[in-house]
């Protein structure tokens, strides 16, 4: 796909904070290892009233998917689709919402969250089930898109609030088609229980370690705007509105989820979390996935990206045995190491 006036650069990892020039990884090994260059464009006009952040480019895709993902940049729930699809080498655009009028995202009228992934006129919702469908995509070749998510019924349901939503009872399961050895059952029972935990505990310890105190939420979302590239998505007074008003309400949100969830001192959960990811993963692997990264792996890894530029993530998670994984990580997702389940697919339908 051609963008006019888009600038294009060969970089040897999807870089997705790169374009913030200071919000650069400075704790992380040597990026001599990475070895699977892909084409990164960045549209500096829009099109039809919609201005892309920038565009993956895969030309070994073989998916035919077409995907735009609406995000946050810095949201757990968006880091997480992004490492499942730089790893697997899809191709996709991207396009970074106002978190406060959202208005890139107006053509989902039952909908407004994100993230929001969509294949023409098809929306996937919700990360963990965008993840599973994708996942199961790749290992279905006879079934398409739309075939994998009738594979994913909605169950109406209230939330805790009592308010009606829809919820997805098999969102962690992924659709293989085949009756598998007990071995693969255990690992996939694993796989889902550690993704199911990211979702249901890791994510929530995020903001109460970032969003502390008002000065600790004013510096996160000023990162925010760097890493988001808000300057070039957004005119300036959805910047400081985005900015200063997301900041209120995030310092205060966080306090409400660490009452909500009895966290009592939040730098010790997040601690605590890592060293139960890395006992599940033993001393005898490399991933909770074994030689490669599980969908529980990315999962992770994506959520904790959210948060690479805050004093959380240098005060724990560079200071726990994790980082290591981390890096491990790191380098597997940019270099695409998944991307040959990919390259090799061929539509059946």
């Given at each position: 796909?051609?963008?006019?006036?888009?600038?294009?650069?060969?970089?040897?990892?999807?870089?997705?904070?790169?374009?913030?020039?200071?919000?650069?990884?400075?704790?992380?090994?040597?990026?001599?290892?990475?070895?699977?260059?892909?084409?990164?464009?960045?549209?500096?006009?829009?099109?039809?009233?919609?201005?892309?952040?920038?565009?993956?480019?895969?030309?070994?895709?073989?998916?035919?998917?077409?995907?735009?993902?609406?995000?946050?940049?810095?949201?757990?729930?968006?880091?997480?689709?992004?490492?499942?699809?730089?790893?697997?080498?899809?191709?996709?655009?991207?396009?970074?919402?106002?978190?406060?009028?959202?208005?890139?995202?107006?053509?989902?009228?039952?909908?407004?969250?994100?993230?929001?992934?969509?294949?023409?006129?098809?929306?996937?919702?919700?990360?963990?089930?965008?993840?599973?469908?994708?996942?199961?995509?790749?290992?279905?070749?006879?079934?398409?898109?739309?075939?994998?998510?009738?594979?994913?019924?909605?169950?109406?349901?209230?939330?805790?609030?009592?308010?009606?939503?829809?919820?997805?009872?098999?969102?962690?399961?992924?659709?293989?088609?085949?009756?598998?050895?007990?071995?693969?059952?255990?690992?996939?029972?694993?796989?889902?229980?550690?993704?199911?935990?990211?979702?249901?505990?890791?994510?929530?310890?995020?903001?109460?370690?970032?969003?502390?105190?008002?000065?600790?939420?004013l510096e996160t979302f000023r990162w925010f705007e760097i890493v988001g590239d808000w300057h070039r998505a957004f005119p300036a007074w959805e910047r400081i509105l985005a900015v200063y008003i997301g900041a209120a309400?995030?310092?205060?949100?966080s306090k409400t989820l660490k009452k909500k969830h009895n966290i009592v001192d939040e730098r010790e959960e997040l601690r605590k979390a890592c060293r139960d990811f890395m006992a599940a993963i033993g001393p005898n692997?490399?991933?909770?996935?074994?030689?490669?990264?599980?969908?529980?792996?990315?999962?992770?890894?994506?959520?904790?990206?959210?948060?690479?530029?805050?004093?959380?993530?240098?005060?724990?998670?560079?200071?726990?045995?994790?980082?290591?994984?981390?890096?491990?990580?790191?380098?597997?997702?940019?270099?695409?190491?998944?991307?040959?389940?990919?390259?090799?697919?061929?539509?059946?339908?």
């Open positions: 796909m051609r963008f006019w006036g888009a600038r294009t650069v060969q970089i040897g990892s999807v870089a997705w904070f790169s374009w913030g020039g200071s919000a650069t990884k400075t704790d992380e090994p040597s990026n001599k290892l990475r070895t699977c260059p892909i084409q990164v464009q960045q549209p500096e006009q829009a099109q039809n009233d919609v201005l892309l952040s920038r565009t993956i480019v895969n030309h070994l895709d073989r998916s035919n998917l077409k995907l735009r993902l609406y995000q946050y940049e810095t949201c757990p729930f968006c880091c997480k689709v992004r490492a499942f699809l730089d790893y697997y080498g899809f191709s996709y655009e991207i396009v970074e919402v106002n978190p406060v009028t959202r208005s890139q995202i107006k053509f989902s009228t039952d909908y407004k969250k994100v993230p929001i992934v969509r294949s023409g006129e098809t929306n996937l919702t919700e990360s963990s089930l965008i993840i599973s469908q994708l996942a199961t995509y790749i290992q279905r070749p006879d079934k398409s898109l739309n075939d994998i998510i009738e594979m994913y019924p909605g169950v109406n349901s209230t939330n805790e609030k009592g308010k009606p939503m829809i919820s997805y009872p098999n969102r962690f399961f992924i659709m293989k088609g085949q009756i598998e050895p007990e071995s693969d059952m255990a690992a996939a029972r694993e796989e889902r229980e550690w993704r199911e935990w990211v979702d249901n505990w890791f994510i929530h310890l995020i903001s109460p370690n970032v969003y502390r105190t008002w000065d600790e939420s309400a995030m310092y205060i949100l692997r490399q991933f909770l996935g074994g030689d490669k990264p599980s969908l529980a792996d990315l999962s992770l890894y994506g959520a904790m990206n959210s948060f690479y530029g805050c004093s959380a993530f240098k005060e724990v998670i560079l200071t726990e045995k994790i980082a290591d994984w981390y890096y491990r990580m790191d380098k597997v997702v940019k270099n695409h190491e998944g991307r040959k389940q990919l390259e090799v697919r061929r539509n059946q339908v």
